[in-house]
């Protein structure tokens, strides 16, 4: 060993360096040359020195680990190099080298310009006059101050044991840090779908940082909606370094079979292992969501760690529930359970982002919404399972037609989205959707669709919900238009809209008010002349004084379902006025009052209707209903049902507007009613000779054929009458007798028809 001839006070420094052996000691020899060394970096202007240090710690290992050397010769090449290198643990730092105090100027660049704080600096000097040893240390952020004299071989290794150690204590406070930073980064991103996964790579490294290794390793848990054994159906759900690659695979392919046999082992017997080369921890999980975590690990680990891991284990287990739990409301929250499809709140989310694109000079895009014509009445006549697996059949066939270019999502109960460019999403791309087949259960049904699109380019609405109204209002249009019907959405189909929401809102005021009142409207028989009904008709007067046609309202109110108190209201007026006119001597006048189909289609509505008859005290037999041929697509067997237990308590039914419906001969045939109300329109066609086929000609005998009685409506004419009379026509109701009229009109109207 060459002793030290170092004289300490000479400037230039040129004499022979070198290590006294003071006293003679062993030092630890490298045991396993595969550990990582640490990384010694000496700078220092004489090369003597390198040499020197190089050769007394050769072969020395500190804290198990073998050294390894970089060498700088200025402070400039110093910082040069210490920008490429990584995990330098200590830097030896002669002072005066190019200046004076080179060495010290270098540790401010170290420390704040490069930001390096973990390397320990050792300051080595022989020329102490130049850097007082207390000031020094005070100043700078180094760890020892030596000149070249003091540090025999003994010395440099316990200073050097000791800058490491606490190089390695900084290392790992940073390791931990990041693992805690990925924790709470998860923590904060509970609510994102990456949720599971950044826990789970959090938890990897944060091990990793607690053994004091790098962060190789895979996280694996039980695999969704998998009830099989824990062990086998087990999928790696993180993966760091070199297992990235194994990412997503099932634990039971995984090609490594360290890890597979570690981890099934760590699985099955529910608990964390220990060995050799690596660790396989188990986290106990609620609901036997147990989770395994193997982290790769040379060195085997102290008892204190293992004890330490064992709580930290316990507690990450208790967050893996969480993150589970935020993660599946999550899930949740955004997606539609029935028919796995995206909902409104993540379809408008997604709106969202495309408008903040298109802000962004992105493209355009079309929203559109598929609306199931009378998707109630498939409920009300197949079933509510029917509907479903109905709604199931319409999101697939979506999902395959739409699925790879554009967002899709059920956003309420039978009203799907689509979100696309202006190429995917169009009329002629949902052609197939307008008037589809489906086959449900063997059986092939036809289903339409109303189809409301609105462009971004049209929209000037800056939100996602808006731009779902606006294309909820081109729905409204479509459907206006009939069934399997699509409109595009414009600011004028908008305003006509916003006029009808405005005149619902205007009825509702006036329902509430008591602003509307009914009219009475005589029927005669053809033969005799005498009064042998009256129509209810329903009038609104707005305190304008203006009036509003039951033509305009009455749809609104069907829509809105506000038809179904308005209509219970008019049932009770007729009735309290058919009391009325029988009180007032006009007996066997029967009161007629319309009926929606939304009122007919009331599971209460027969019930009601007897209920209504026995409070005002009024005869069944006195009572006639009129229904539409609509009534019909509740289903067959419904309809006829209802209308023989009207019939049975001997209330009549008419066929309103006969002919303007969906006429079939087959349902009239089934429809049990004692009259045909033929519509006006025919009754003006016939007198006008604007029609080639005289219907009431058609309709009179058909009528008589079934057994009905025939009334024609809107007659004016004492031609019409005629024309009427011949063709055998048996009741009238017309201007021609009488309009509509309020209650003390008619009685009066009654009183002088009969004088
Ligand atoms: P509707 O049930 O077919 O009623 C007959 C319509 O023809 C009434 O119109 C009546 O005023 C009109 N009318 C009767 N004779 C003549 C005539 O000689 N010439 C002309 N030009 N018209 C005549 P109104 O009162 O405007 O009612 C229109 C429709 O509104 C009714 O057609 C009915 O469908 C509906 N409606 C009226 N009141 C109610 C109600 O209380 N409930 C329900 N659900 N619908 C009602
Ligand atoms: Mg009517
Ligand atoms: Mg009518």
Redesign the pocket.
């Known amino acids: 060993m060459i002793l030290s001839g170092n004289t300490s006070d000479n400037p230039s420094g040129n004499e022979l360096v070198g290590f006294r052996e003071d006293p003679p000691s062993e030092l630890p020899k490298v045991a396993n040359a595969e550990e990582m060394p640490w990384r010694i970096l000496i700078v220092d202007d004489d090369r003597d020195v390198h040499q020197a240090t190089e050769y007394a710690l050769r072969g020395v290992a500190v804290l198990e680990r073998p050294l390894s050397f970089l060498h700088a010769y200025s402070a400039e090449e110093a910082i040069e190099l210490l920008k490429r290198e990584k995990n330098v643990a200590v830097i030896l730092l002669d002072v005066v080298m190019e200046t004076e105090d080179a060495g010290l100027a270098a540790i401010g660049r170290i420390r704040n310009e490069l930001g390096l704080f973990n390397p320990r600096i050792i300051l080595r000097t022989g020329q102490p006059g130049y850097a007082p040893e207390i000031e020094t240390i005070r100043r700078y952020d180094i760890n020892d101050y030596k000149t070249k004299s003091e540090l025999t071989r003994p010395k440099m290794f316990t200073t050097l044991t000791a800058a490491i150690r606490s190089y390695d204590q900084l290392c790992r406070l940073d390791a931990s840090r990041v693992g805690l930073e990925h924790i709470i980064s998860a923590s904060n991103q509970f609510i994102s779908e990456a949720g599971v996964q950044e826990f789970s790579t959090g938890v990897i490294t944060q091990i990793a940082a607690f053994i004091g290794v790098a962060p190789e390793g895979m996280l694996c848990a039980r695999a969704e909606n998998n009830d099989g054994d824990a062990a086998e159906s087990c999928v790696v759900i993180a993966a760091t370094g070199h297992f990235s690659c194994f990412m997503g695979q099932r634990l039971v392919e995984v090609k490594h079979s360290l890890v597979v046999d570690g981890l099934l082992k760590c699985l099955r017997q529910q608990r964390s292992i220990v060995e050799p080369n690596c660790v396989s921890l188990f986290f106990p999980g609620r609901n036997s969501h147990d989770f395994a975590v193997f982290i790769e690990c040379s060195r085997s680990l102290r008892e204190i760690d293992q004890r330490l891991l064992e709580v930290f284990c316990t507690n990450i287990a208790i967050c893996g529930d969480n993150v589970r739990l935020v993660d599946a409301l999550r899930k949740i929250a955004y997606n539609d359970m029935l028919v796995r499809l995206p909902n409104r709140a993540h379809f408008i989310e997604a709106v969202n982002q495309r408008l903040a694109g298109s802000a962004q000079g992105g493209t355009d895009f079309v929203v559109a919404l598929l609306d199931v014509d009378q998707f109630a009445e498939i409920n009300d006549m197949l079933g509510h399972r029917y509907g479903d697996l109905l709604l199931d059949a319409i999101a697939r066939r979506l999902e395959t037609r739409f699925g790879d270019c554009c967002t899709i999502a059920r956003i309420s109960n039978d009203t799907f989205a689509i979100l696309g460019d202006e190429a995917d999403v169009s009329p002629e791309s949902l052609q197939d959707f307008f008037n589809a087949i489906f086959e449900i259960e063997g059986v092939k049904r036809p289903v339409s669709m109303s189809v409301g699109l609105v462009s971004s380019k049209v929209s000037d609405s800056g939100e996602g919900d808006a731009l779902l109204k606006d294309a909820s209002i081109a729905v409204k249009r479509a459907k206006e238009n009939g069934q399997g019907q699509f409109a595009w959405y414009s600011p004028e189909i908008a305003v006509s809209t916003r006029e009808r929401t405005q005149l619902l809102h205007d009825l509702r005021h006036a329902f509430s008010q008591e602003m509307l009142f009914?009219v009475y409207?005589p029927q005669v028989d053809l033969e005799s002349g005498r009064v042998i009904g009256v129509?209810?008709?329903?009038r609104w007067r707005t305190p304008a004084g203006k009036s509003i046609?039951?033509?305009v309202f009455?749809p609104v109110a069907e829509q809105s379902g506000l038809?179904i108190s308005?209509?219970s209201w008019?049932l009770r007026t007729a009735l309290e006025a058919s009391r009325k006119i029988e009180a007032a001597g006009h007996s066997c006048i029967r009161m007629a009052?319309?009926?929606?189909t939304n009122?007919f289609r009331q599971p209460g509505f027969i019930h009601e209707v007897f209920q209504t008859l026995d409070d005002v005290g009024v005869a069944p037999e006195w009572l006639e209903l009129?229904v539409t041929e609509s009534v019909a697509v509740m289903g067959l067997s419904h309809v006829e049902d209802s209308l023989r237990q009207l019939r049975a308590r001997g209330i009549s039914v008419a066929i309103?507007?006969f002919g303007t419906g969906y006429s079939s001969l087959s349902y009239l045939g089934r429809l049990s009613a004692n009259r045909l109300?033929i519509?006006?329109s025919f009754i003006w066609n016939m007198s006008s000779g604007n029609s080639r086929v005289n219907i009431p000609q058609m309709v009179i005998p058909l009528g008589h054929q079934l057994d009905m009685l025939v009334i024609a409506?809107?007659?004016?004419t004492q031609e019409q009458l005629e024309m009427l009379r011949q063709m055998g026509c048996d009741e009238i109701?017309?201007?021609?007798y009488g309009?509509?009229m309020p209650l003390d009109e008619l009685i009066a109207w009654l009183v002088q028809r009969k004088a």
């Open positions: 009914v409207q129509e209810a008709l329903l046609p039951p033509d009455i038809i308005l209509g008019v009052v319309n009926v929606s009122q009129e309103d507007d109300k519509d006006q409506e809107g007659v004016e109701q017309g201007y021609y309009r509509p």
